[in-house]
């Protein structure tokens, strides 16, 4: 957990144009690991970019090995493509495809086999942070990948409050201090041995302006960033942020 992680989600966004400028600007830090996860049909282009600047995401993998799922992209086919980290249970996905805990753990186990980095995406609604069991929630997101956790060679953790994604309204350091030190709790008790090694990063409307608050917490050891990873010369100050 000595580097800080930087993690650009792109969504349904960008473009061959934007990916070419994107590679072109983006600062090489040593004590900052840096991401981009495009559209999975990008990967390849921005792989042959990455030159060492950075490395490639896929936003999302299939939960089979392999077969008839139209559509579907494997976490072998992920590693093909030159990608090392892979994003699972996003809320959107959770949301908008009906991904449960137990298809975020199947789409796990199939990150960990092809050999790649699974970051796993948590955080609560607004009507669960209102009505106080936002750590409950996440608690319980978190254990669900117990196994996961404890099998992968690396792993990260994503707290996105769902309220925060996309909205311009970030998480006060305060709530994304205190989340994060109860996820830190949980994996001491569920995964002990690992626990040390797994990177706790904050996602949800983080920019360039908030972004060297966040970096002021040892909690905070990364960030998941989606409409500021669109902007090149935000992205890049979001990295230049990590690296203080
Ligand atoms: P925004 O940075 O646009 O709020 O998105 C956060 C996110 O969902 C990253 O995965």
Redesign the pocket.
Known sequence: MTQRLVIA?W?MNGDLAFLEALASSLPSLSNVQTVIAPPAVYALRLAELAQGVFEVGLQDVGSHESGAHTGEVSAAMARDLGASVV?VG???RRSEHAEDDKIVAAKCEQIIAAGLMPVI?VGETLVERESGKAIDRVRAQVTAQKHCLRNAKEVAI?Y?PIW????GKSATVTEAVQMHQAIRGVLKEIVPAAAPGISILY????NAENAPELFAYPEIQGV??????LDTQQFAAIIRAAAK
Do not use: F, M, P
């Open positions: 989600n969504k994003l996003h809320s959107e995406c994503a996105e925060a994604i996309g909205t996602g949800g409307s983080v998941l960033v989606g409409g500021a990873s």
